[in-house]
C-alpha cells in the first residue's frame, strides 16, 4: 500500500528542511569564501556565465560550442578546488552539503524512491504503528515452542498445546508470506499468556519491515480512537480512513475494555468494512467463541467466523513460566 498523504507529505516536509538548512550552510560558505579568496567568488561567477551559455547553446541547436564550454568550466572548477585546498579547506567545500550523497537530499533518483526514501518510509510505519521497540524482543526468531506443554490437548483436534502451537506458528508465517497475493485474516483466541500478542507482534513485525502499513492497538486504544474521531473529543493526526485503509489492522485483547453499544457497532464497522476494502485484520481475544458472539452479536461473530482464520491456543501462563524459569 502506497503511504497516505500525510505521511507522505511529512516525509517530503522533512527533505524540504533539509534542502533549506544545506542551501543556509552553502550560502554562509560562500559569504566566507569570498572574503576569504576573492578569486574563488569570481569563478563562481564565471562558472555561472558559461553554464547559462552552455544551456543557450543547447536550446540553440549550436552543438559545437558546447564542449569548449565544458572544458572551460572544468577548468575554473579545477582552479577552484586548488585555491580551497591552498586555504585549507576541502576542495568541495563549495558545493551543495547534503545527507544522501544519491539523491542530493530530494529523496528520488530518475522518478524510484531512494533508498534513504525507504528508510524514512519503513522509520515512520514503525513510529505510526504503536509497536515501537517491543518487536526487537517479539518477533518469529524468538517463538518458541518451549512454552508449550505436551501434555496439555486441545479437545477439538486432538493435538497437544505444542503442536496447536506450531500449527499456529506455520499459519502465521504462511499468512505474512502471502500477504500481497491472498487476502486473508486471522482470529486468535485462547487463555491469557498463551502467547496471542506475541504472534500478532510477529506478524506485525514482518509487514513492517516489508513496508506495509500496520496499525496495532488493544482494543481500549482503538476504541478510545474511534470515539475521538467520532465525538470530536481528541484532536489526533490521520481519521478514520486511517484505521479502515491501512494495509493490516491489528485489534489485540478484545474483551478486556468496557463494553456498550457504541463498542459493538464500531467492532462491526471496522470488521465489515474492512472486508469490504479487502484490508487484513487480525484481532485476538481470551474469549471463548460462544462469549465473543454473546457479547460483540451474533453478526459481527457471523462476519468473523466466514472470513478469518480462527486458531486457538492453549497453554500454560507463558509469562508465569519465565519468572518461574528466572527464580531457578
Do not use: W
Not at 28 to 54: K, M
Not at 71 to 86: D, G, M, N, V, Y
Request: glycine share 6%; hydrophobic share 35%; aromatic share 10%.
Amino acid at each position: 500500500m502506497s503511504l497516505q498523504n500525510y505521511q507522505y507529505d511529512a516525509i517530503m516536509r522533512e527533505y524540504s528542511r533539509r534542502q533549506a538548512r544545506n542551501q543556509r550552510i552553502l550560502t554562509g560558505r560562500r559569504a566566507e569564501i569570498a572574503a576569504r579568496i576573492p578569486r574563488a567568488a569570481e569563478i563562481d561567477r564565471e562558472v555561472a556565465s558559461l553554464g547559462a551559455s552552455r544551456l543557450r547553446a543547447m536550446f540553440s541547436g549550436k552543438a559545437a560550442g558546447i564542449g569548449t564550454l565544458a572544458q572551460e568550466i572544468a577548468q575554473l572548477t579545477r582552479e577552484r578546488e586548488e585555491l580551497l585546498t591552498q586555504a585549507g579547506y576541502p576542495p568541495d567545500y563549495l558545493r551543495t552539503p547534503c545527507t544522501c550523497a544519491r539523491c542530493q537530499d530530494t529523496g528520488y533518483i530518475d522518478h524510484e524512491k531512494c533508498t534513504c526514501f525507504r528508510s524514512a518510509e519503513l522509520s515512520l510505519l514503525y513510529s505510526q504503528s504503536n509497536l515501537g521497540p517491543v518487536l526487537e524482543t517479539e518477533n518469529f526468531n524468538r517463538f518458541s515452542l518451549d512454552y508449550y506443554p505436551e501434555d496439555m490437548i486441545l479437545e477439538s483436534t486432538g493435538l497437544t498445546a505444542r503442536q496447536t502451537a506450531k500449527k499456529a506458528l506455520e499459519s502465521a508465517r504462511r499468512f505474512v508470506r502471502d500477504f500481497d497475493s491472498t487476502f486473508e485474516n486471522m482470529f486468535l483466541f485462547g487463555d491469557t499468556g498463551v502467547g496471542k500478542t506475541f504472534l500478532s507482534h510477529c506478524i506485525a513485525g514482518e509487514l513492517l519491515a516489508t513496508a506495509h502499513l500496520v496499525l496495532y492497538f488493544s482494543a481500549q486504544e482503538l476504541f478510545d480512537r474511534l470515539a475521538g474521531y467520532t465525538f470530536n473529543r481528541e484532536e489526533t493526526q490521520g481519521n478514520l480512513s486511517d484505521i479502515l485503509d491501512c494495509d493490516m489492522l491489528i485489534i489485540d485483547d478484545i474483551g478486556t475494555e468496557l463494553t456498550n453499544s457504541f463498542v459493538t457497532s464500531s467492532l462491526f464497522l471496522c470488521v465489515n468494512e474492512r472486508l469490504l476494502r479487502r484490508k487484513s485484520t487480525l484481532i485476538s481475544t481470551n474469549l471463548s467463541l460462544e462469549d465473543f458472539s454473546r457479547t460483540y452479536s451474533e453478526r459481527t461473530f457471523s462476519r468473523i467466523a466466514g472470513n478469518y482464520q480462527l486458531i486457538k491456543l492453549i497453554g500454560r501462563d507463558i509469562r508465569i513460566q519465565k519468572v518461574l524459569r528466572n527464580q531457578l
